[in-house]
């Protein structure tokens, strides 16, 4: 090939992302690399994403983007995927849409759910991360970041003890996560199912995750021995709250059951 002759360039690697009929969620009740526990937690979301080596993006809003957590995204997950970012303080709808394009995964970390939820409102940040979602972006997140996905959550973010929250309504039902380790929330969540202040939903131990898939399957995981997720309904003919576990796997391909009610919005 002469001098000046055309050198065409490399094209980007393209990714097919496929089409879901419902936003994917993984809903972790608590742990993981945030800290420094439950490394098959980790190994799960990867799996479930469906890329071999996933770019990755972190949001610590709830933690008011605490150093630590961010520097321990970076470490648990550099070896697994192919691109790593978190979301800069600050950031408003445009920047959030702009950081987002191209990610496979957004994962929430955990701290105050009522901070993350006024502040994604606010900004108009929770209508971009639930357009990612639509459009095929696996979100996950820990404690208050698996709270803000639903419609209303158990929290005790606003200091008057465990209150019901309003999240950004990606899916339908409620949420509280800390299941095992606050035995607070068990008679608090079951009660406020009875009394139809909150909707059915999931409750979620300490390194257990409840996925719902694009097709509207839930699964649950567990990454601690002992540790499970539950389905908490209100029976019509007696109003009171009903507990079924969600069979928690070690293993993403294993059973799946049917989410409760619509799952997306």
Known sequence: MGPGAFVPKPKPRLRYTPMYRHPRLIAIGGGGFTHQADPAMEDFIIAASGCPRPRIGFIGTASDDDPVKITRFYQRFTPLAERLTHLAAGSEAADTAQWAEGLDIVYVGGGHTLRLIKHWRETGIAQVLIAAAQRGVLVAGVSAGANVWFEQALSDSGGQGLQPVTG??????????????????????????????????????????????????????????????????????????????????????????????????
């Not at 699964?219 to 029976?235: I, L, P």
């Not at 576990?245 to 294993?254: K, N």
């Open 168 to 265: 950004i309504g990606l899916v339908a039902g409620s949420c509280c996560p800390h299941y095992d380790s606050e035995p607070q929330r068990p008679p608090a969540y079951t009660a406020a199912i009875a009394s139809a202040v909150l909707p059915q939903g999931v409750a979620i131990d300490d390194g257990v995750a409840v996925m719902i898939d694009g097709a509207g399957q839930m699964t649950a995981f567990s990454a601690r021995s002992g540790a499970g997720a539950y389905r908490v309904t209100r029976e019509a003919h007696s109003g009171k709250a009903a507990s079924a576990s969600i069979q928690a796997h070690t293993a993403f391909t294993a059973g799946t059951e049917r989410a409760p009610g619509r799952l997306s919005k």
